[in-house]
């Protein structure tokens, strides 16, 4: 069974920063294409950021170009990374890694992207 799992997460202040782990056990991540989500409060879950399997090409939320940026673990292969710089408080949401696992989908859609696999999400909340 493929899990993803999440973490990295906490309260932080404005300004401040963290950098999000999502790890899977048991095979290669470096093939496939990675989305990260956030959800915030009341409102529906985005597509934050995605990082292709393919050629390693990224692809971000409009509006966080130049805040955030995904990688990949190049040597343990079963990590990607979202460090995120700057956070305000419209930071806050609940933060998830996503793959599509059955398609073996390795490039990112041009927006969204049909998921099959998620972790289980890690809280960022940004408060003075």
């Known amino acids: 069974q493929v899990q993803l799992v999440e973490s990295g997460g906490g309260l932080v202040q404005p300004g401040g920063s963290l950098k999000l782990s999502c790890e899977v056990s048991?095979?290669?991540?470096?093939?496939?294409?990675v989305g990260w989500f956030h959800q915030a409060p009341g409102k529906e879950r985005e597509r934050v950021s995605c990082?292709?399997?393919?050629?390693?090409?990224?692809?971000y939320k409009d509006s966080l170009k130049g805040r955030f940026t995904i990688s990949r673990d190049n040597a343990k292969k079963n990590t990607v990374y979202l460090q995120m710089n700057s956070l305000n408080t419209d930071d806050t949401a609940i933060y998830s890694c996503?793959?599509?696992?059955?398609?073996?989908?390795?490039?990112?859609?041009?927006?969204?992207?049909?998921?099959?696999?998620w972790g289980q999400g890690t809280q960022v909340t940004i408060s003075s």
């Open positions: 996503a793959m599509e696992f059955r398609a073996y989908r390795r490039t990112c859609p041009t927006s969204g992207f049909p998921a099959d696999t």
């Open positions: 048991g095979f290669l991540l470096d093939a496939f294409a």
């Open positions: 990082i292709s399997g393919r050629d390693g090409s990224t692809y």
